[in-house]
């Protein structure tokens, strides 16, 4: 069964860095998400990415972020200069042709601690 | 904000049947009921949507009330495996309808052997 995967699984950082966390999203989707979830808080909405470009973004989603579909399968989660609160698990998503009724794949998540 | 409630927590027995609740009151016409789980932190998992009408898929049934304002999720025969916390969301939200999904606190499900 296809899978969204995501890398790396943990990612330790030191505050002020830049880290870019990777997803393959499955290969026929169209629409392609990243959600946070800060530990033991609920699943927060980040980005959504449709046709190459932001299609919606949170206001978490500030300039220190942004998201990239380098090539057909990857698509990237930037943060410029991380700081101790963005430590947090990093979900990347996808759902498939176009039609936003249809269910979302999540990956396993990244989980990202700033030192 | 989440426009959903749905109670903290629940437990259910093995074997039987798990029925959570969601309501939803401030629903609007186009917007579906959506359910996920959250298996002990991995990544939300899709369960089942629906419109209006009741849903059945492999997992789980979704009954709808008539007026849409509330929703109950039912697990037939809840495993062990089903531990885990159970989100209710309405959407898609906004005039851009980019699918974007609005995570609550959820109802963190025990099933107890």
């Known amino acids: 069964e296809p899978e969204v995967t995501q890398t790396p699984s943990h990612q330790v950082t030191q505050m002020g860095q830049e880290v870019i966390l990777r997803c393959v999203p499955i290969?026929?989707?169209?629409?392609f998400y990243w959600y946070r979830q800060i530990l033991g808080q609920k699943v927060e909405f980040l980005v959504s990415?449709?046709?190459?470009?932001?299609?919606?973004k949170s206001e978490i989603f500030d300039d220190q972020f942004s998201v990239e579909r380098p090539d057909g399968s990857n698509f990237t989660l930037k943060i410029r200069s991380t700081k101790l609160e963005d430590s947090a698990m990093y979900f990347c998503?996808?759902?498939?042709?176009?039609?936003?009724?249809?269910?979302?794949?999540f990956g396993p998540g990244t989980r990202l601690t700033v030192l | 904000d989440a426009k959903t409630t749905q109670p903290t927590s629940m437990d259910c027995a093995e074997g039987r049947a798990a029925n959570l609740p969601c309501n939803h009151s401030?629903?609007?016409?186009?917007?579906?009921v959506y359910w996920y789980r959250q298996i002990h932190s991995q990544g939300p998992q899709y369960i089942i949507h629906?419109?209006?009408n009741n849903e059945t898929n492999e997992m789980a049934s979704l009954i709808i009330t008539e007026d849409r304002k509330s929703s109950t999720l039912i697990l037939p025969h809840a495993t062990l495996r089903d531990t885990a916390v159970y989100y209710c969301?309405?959407?898609?939200?906004?005039?851009?309808?980019?699918?974007?999904?609005?995570f609550g606190q959820g109802t963190t499900l025990q099933v107890k052997p």
């Open positions: 998503a996808s759902s498939e042709d176009g039609n936003i009724y249809n269910e979302q794949f």
């Open positions: 290969s026929n989707h169209l629409y």
């Open positions: 990415f449709y046709n190459n470009e932001i299609s919606e």
């Open positions: 401030t629903i609007s016409g186009n917007e579906y």
């Open positions: 629906g419109l209006k």
């Open positions: 969301i309405v959407g898609p939200y906004g005039s851009g309808n980019t699918g974007k999904l609005i």
